[in-house]
């Protein structure tokens, strides 16, 4: 069974700091891996996805590696702003999920402090 | 707006009653996921459809729980006889092939999510 672990669970930063968000999961038999911001309250928009053969995806101030072999993913935010407050959500497609369903992290909350 | 469109965002009701959620996803999707959010945890999947039928069901989905996909348009989430542990953010995600013009498409899987439909049970 797919697990994905999100660490930390939450992370303050100063504003124009570089942030690092780290996800891991337990089967590297992966279809693909995106990453969600969700604000309070609100559903999940997508900011990136990367497909099992790729090792990084690249949007403006936001890049995602992955490592399928060490089951790691990271999402950085270059130069953050109060706007990045948010929670950030990694989410693996697994090869063998039946339905071919998500399994999400328990997220990270960020607060970018002005 | 060709987003996943949720309805309604919010819906207050008191246990014991009936409520149902309804998610017209992304036009031409064919693959339709509904998920549950707790405060402070990340989506759990609750069910998947593709076109018309239902081919997934999470065992947390209890027999008070049925979603349809009549044509395989929009969905509907019911909840029958609710609980106050039923509170949550019920998200809808839409899916499909990739259609740049290549022949044949492929599937990205990448997911698309509506705003939500929170549910508080008192």
């Known amino acids: 069974k797919q697990e994905v672990t999100q660490i930390p669970a939450a992370l303050s930063v100063p504003e124009g700091e570089n942030l690092v968000l780290n996800c891991s999961f337990t089967?590297?038999?992966?279809?693909?891996l995106q990453w969600f911001r969700q604000d309070p309250g609100k559903g999940l928009t997508s900011l990136l996805l990367?497909?099992?053969?790729?090792r990084e995806q690249t949007s403006g101030r936001l890049n995602a590696s992955l490592d399928k072999s060490s089951g790691r993913s990271t999402l950085y935010i270059a130069a953050s702003q109060p706007g990045d407050s948010a929670t950030y959500l990694c989410?693996?497609?697994?090869?063998?999920?039946?339905?071919?369903?998500?399994?999400f992290g328990g997220g990270t909350r960020v607060l970018v402090k002005p | 707006d060709t987003g996943v469109s949720q309805n309604p965002r919010h819906k207050i009701t008191k246990r014991g009653q009936n409520v149902t959620f309804r998610c017209d996803p992304i036009?031409?999707?064919?693959?339709l996921y509904w998920y549950r959010q707790t405060l402070g945890q990340g989506p759990e999947f609750l069910t998947y459809?593709?076109?018309?039928?239902?081919?997934?069901k999470s065992r947390l989905l209890s027999d008070r729980f049925s979603a349809e996909r009549p044509k395989g348009s929009f969905s509907t989430l019911e909840i029958q006889r609710t609980e106050q542990g039923d509170s949550a953010m019920y998200l809808c995600?839409?899916?499909?092939?990739?259609?740049?013009?290549?022949?044949?498409?492929?599937?990205?899987?990448?997911?698309?999510f509506g705003e939500g439909s929170r549910l508080t049970v008192l």
């Open positions: 995600a839409s899916s499909g092939r990739n259609d740049l013009g290549l022949a044949g498409g492929y599937w990205t899987g990448e997911l698309f």
């Open positions: 089967d590297s038999a992966i279809y693909n």
């Open positions: 990367i497909q099992s053969s790729q």
């Open positions: 989410a693996v497609l697994s090869i063998k999920a039946a339905g071919n369903k998500l399994t």
């Open positions: 036009s031409e999707h064919n693959r």
């Open positions: 459809f593709q076109n018309e039928a239902q081919l997934e």
